[in-house]
């Protein structure tokens, strides 16, 4: 078997030379799943209110001394 004899490929974009999708993967690896971000930051909102809760409980406590 040649190498002449091998089927064409039945995408045309890819006949053409031709990426299938110009920049695609590239544009969704440089970018985050919306449910990431909306999760990243409800978990550090969520902290944040968590560590003022035991700060506040450290402050009101040391007055009571």
């Known amino acids: ?3 002449d004899s ?3 490929v039945s ?4 006949q053409a030379g031709e990426p299938a999708a110009p ?3 590239k544009r969704i690896e440089s970018k985050f799943p919306r449910g990431l971000v909306i999760r990243l930051i409800a978990y550090l ?4 209110l968590f ?3 035991v700060y ?3 402050v009101l406590g ?3 001394q």
């Open 56 to 58: 506040l409980l450290f």
């Open 11 to 14: 995408d045309p974009a890819v």
């Open 62 to 64: 040391g007055q009571n």
């Open 45 to 48: 909102f969520v902290g944040h």
């Open 23 to 25: 920049g695609g993967r």
């Open 6 to 8: 091998a089927e064409p």
């Open 51 to 53: 560590a003022f809760f």
């Open 1 to 3: 078997m040649s190498v």
